[in-house]
């Protein structure tokens, strides 16, 4: 026998008139993990820019979200290794994905597995900054123009690293080769990490990086900058001397460094705004502005899900188009 209240609620079910409340599963009641931990995965290996910016983060979410907060290290595929693991991971706030500039480029240049603007929600737009040409001080280089007339000297002998192929780094490279009509050797690198060990060993000419993985080492005298991508001088005191390509004679080529978060697709968007906000918080907060701003020339910016969205379909648009004119492919040089 039934009670009359469970008639009731039979018949309100029957009818399809649940409430959101009655609705929705236990996941959903909650806009972030409390207890337990979560994953940050870094596409990248550690030593790299990425790799950084998820540490020194870490603590400020770990405080605001009250979880344990785990860096995990997943190389390959020029970050769509990472990626993958992120796109099947389930949407319920504990696994984020971390991601530089390679993540714009990869749909052009891989067959990706999945959909990276329908398979990953966006969350936030961390910061950008620019990519540097610089060199070990022991190499001969000081200035584009000495670049330019040593490969022209020896097409195809002079060497620039970057942190894979297919990066930014490298397309912009590519980019400038061709405006200046040089040939120059292509070493792509496992990660930002790894290339700067080579470098700072001399065992490239050259590499090309964001100033946030570059600009520490101009202080201390180890790498030597040479030209900027960028519109416009950056303010740090290493930078503030260095000729953007358009001053040293390549007035066509810019290229910035970025750096963004996503989620699995299908995270509730109430889960997604507190991490935002908490993420942004703890950019905010002077220490970790410091380190980014300061020792690794981010200019942080902290957009949200839409500026994420608007600015990673732009940054698709411009190195495809890199991609499809040069006929760029895993393991072109």
């Not at 590499?207 to 030209?227: D, H, M, W």
Request: aromatic letters at 6%; zero cysteines.
């Amino acid at each position: 026998m039934l009670f009359r209240g469970q008639v009731f609620a039979r018949l309100i079910l029957a009818a399809g008139l649940v409430t959101p409340l009655l609705a929705a599963p236990p996941a959903l009641a909650q806009d972030a993990p409390v207890g337990g931990s979560v994953t940050i995965v870094v596409p990248f290996p550690a030593g790299g820019t990425v790799d950084a910016v998820a540490r020194q983060v870490q603590q400020g979410l770990q405080d605001r979200q009250k979880a344990n907060f785990v860096i995990e290290n997943k190389p390959g595929a020029a970050g769509s290794t990472g990626a993958m693991q992120v796109v099947r991971s389930a949407p319920d706030g504990r696994t984020w994905l971390f991601v530089f500039d390679t993540h714009a480029v990869n749909p052009s240049l891989l067959k990706l597995p999945f959909d990276s603007e329908k398979d990953l929600a966006p969350v936030m737009l961390i910061g950008t900054s620019p990519n540097v040409l610089a060199t070990n001080p022991s190499k001969p280089y000081k200035t584009l123009a000495d670049v330019i007339a040593a490969a022209k000297e020896k097409p195809g002998v002079v060497t620039y690293a970057t942190i894979g192929a297919g990066s930014v780094g490298h397309l912009t490279m590519v980019r400038l080769t061709k405006l200046l009509g040089i040939q120059m050797n292509h070493v792509p690198y496992r990660g930002g990490g790894p290339a700067l060990n080579d470098a700072l060993a001399g065992h490239v000419d050259l590499i090309i990086a964001s100033a946030a993985l570059v600009n520490p080492q101009f202080a201390g005298g180890t790498l030597r900058p040479i030209v900027q991508f960028s519109e416009r001088r950056a303010e740090a005191k290493e930078l503030a001397q260095v000729p953007t390509a358009a001053e040293a004679g390549a007035p066509v080529v810019e290229s910035t460094a970025w750096w963004g978060v996503f989620a699995p697709a299908a995270t509730p968007a109430p889960v997604i705004e507190r991490f935002e906000r908490d993420l942004r918080a703890t950019l905010q907060d002077p220490k970790v502005a410091e380190k980014l701003r300061d020792a690794q020339q981010i200019k942080i910016l902290a957009g949200g899900p839409a500026e994420l969205k608007a600015f990673y379909a732009n940054q698709m648009k411009v190195w495809g188009a890199v991609v499809r004119e040069n006929n760029i492919e895993i393991g072109t040089q």
